[in-house]
């Protein structure tokens, strides 16, 4: 889910921003604002966290392992499945002659870290020798994932130079949790996190306002907070709901079962879920383009600051982000 910052080119994790592409398309390596000329064969949708714009996009699985969560519709069209060596050794090559200067790499798609621990540590290796001037490479990654892989597994693609994990909790309350099918419950996945973390490997979580609905609204926001507490992760970002059309959700909310916290709902739910979250040191953010307010603070120093942003909203004294200017 990936996520937080505001960038108009990508689509994210839950919301899952990202550059998308249909089946069999050609896309550059890279987004748009740093395209060369090569080009590779992408399946399926393609997606990254707006913090990778500047990142090699390396294709290593089509879709997601999991893909049933009820308000995602990234990869509804993909059936999930492994990238061949060939296409990742043809993505390496092109990448080694058009990429130069780019020292990062975010592997694609929905949970890369779903394959199995020889091939990661082949892909990792290969980025290495391949790419020896990239000093980062991250992934998107579900807790199921991470449960997959052993302490020393994490250990051992942390040394191959896997930086950072994207992963989303989207809520801390498992009511909310069960009800959108995501997959574990709050406290397996924080524990997953903190796996993560022990691995030094930085996890990036990202959790969703309104997806809970205006009945659990603030059971969510402040369960929300809670879990990421526990987690205290370097990074936080939160998003809106989206409702994409073809996901349940949206079936849900057109038959008038799920119903949406307006603009003043969601404030309240991003002033409980921002008070009941505590970081020992971290960034938390909620200025991604589905935001009405966007938020972008270092915690625990701005926590005050942006608490008050938020009743200075909710008094009317600052403007909220248009209905036009939101988006995926
Ligand atoms: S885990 Fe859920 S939210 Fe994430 S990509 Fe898969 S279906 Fe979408």
């Known amino acids: 889910m990936h996520p937080g910052r505001s960038d108009p080119s ?23 604002q740093n395209a060369k000329e090569s080009r590779v064969d992408f399946e399926g949708h393609v997606i990254r966290p707006p913090n990778e714009a500047d990142s090699i996009l390396l294709e290593v699985t089509v879709g997601c392992s999991h893909n049933a969560c009820t308000f995602c519709g990234a990869y509804q069209l993909d059936r999930f499945g492994e990238k061949s060596d060939r296409a990742i050794t043809l993505a390496l090559a092109e990448a080694a002659e058009h990429c130069r200067g780019q020292p990062r790499v975010f592997l694609c798609n929905g949970d890369a870290l779903a ?26 990654a579900s807790a199921h994932n991470v449960e997959q892989k052993s302490d020393e597994q994490l250990a051992e693609l942390r040394a191959l130079g896997l930086r950072m994990v994207h992963l989303g909790l989207e809520s801390g309350d498992d009511a909310t949790l069960r009800e959108v099918r995501k997959r574990g419950s709050a406290a397996f996945i924080v524990e997953q996190a903190r796996r993560v973390r022990a691995a030094s490997i930085q996890v990036f979580v990202t959790v969703l306002l309104g997806l809970a609905g205006k009945e659990r609204s603030l059971i969510h926001a402040e369960a929300t907070g809670r879990a990421l507490s526990r987690m205290d992760p370097p990074f936080v970002g939160a998003l809106t709901l989206m409702l994409v059309p073809g996901t ?14 307006g603009p003043r709902g969601l404030l309240e739910e991003l002033r409980v879920l921002v008070e009941h979250t505590t970081l020992t040191r971290g960034m938390f953010y909620a200025n991604h383009a589905s935001n009405y307010l966007p938020i972008r603070a270092r915690f625990p120093r701005d926590k005050a600051r942006t608490l008050a942003e938020i009743d200075a909203a909710l008094a009317g004294e600052l403007p909220l982000r248009p209905e036009w200017m939101r988006a995926l």
Do not use: C, N
Not at 12 to 32: I, Q
Not at 118 to 139: C, F, K, Q
Not at 248 to 261: A, K, N, T
């Open 10 to 32: 990508v689509r994210v994790h839950a919301l899952r921003l990202a550059a998308r592409a249909a089946s069999g398309t050609r896309l550059p390596l890279t987004t748009p």
């Open 248 to 261: 349940v959700l949206f079936q849900r909310w057109r038959g008038g079962s799920f119903e949406m916290p």
């Open 115 to 140: 394959l199995p621990q020889s091939r990661l540590v082949w892909i990792l290796a290969s980025i290495r020798e391949r790419l020896p001037w990239v000093t980062s490479v991250s992934s998107y």
